[in-house]
């Protein structure tokens, strides 16, 4: 399981469109956003680059922590 820390999320519509985000990233299955810690889980079916998970958090309009 990978995690990331998610900045900008304030509400339920925050964790559907990361959610979303990460869902359309090939190779990426089983995601988790947990709202009040700010953190996306999610497990990976094959390697997926971690600027390729960024790229797709900051489309969706939100930043990566650290």
């Not at 399981?1 to 999320?9: D, L, R, T, V, W």
């Not at 999610?42 to 650290?66: F, L, N, Q, R, T």
Request: overall charge positive; some cysteine.
């Amino acid at each position: 399981m990978k995690n990331i820390q998610i900045a900008g999320m304030s509400c339920g519509h925050c964790v559907m469109a990361v959610t979303k985000a990460l869902g359309a990233v090939d190779g990426i299955k089983d995601i988790r956003v947990d709202l009040k810690t700010g953190v996306a889980t999610y497990d990976e079916v094959k390697p997926v680059e971690a600027s390729i998970v960024a790229a797709a958090i900051k489309k969706a309009g939100y930043d990566i922590v650290g």
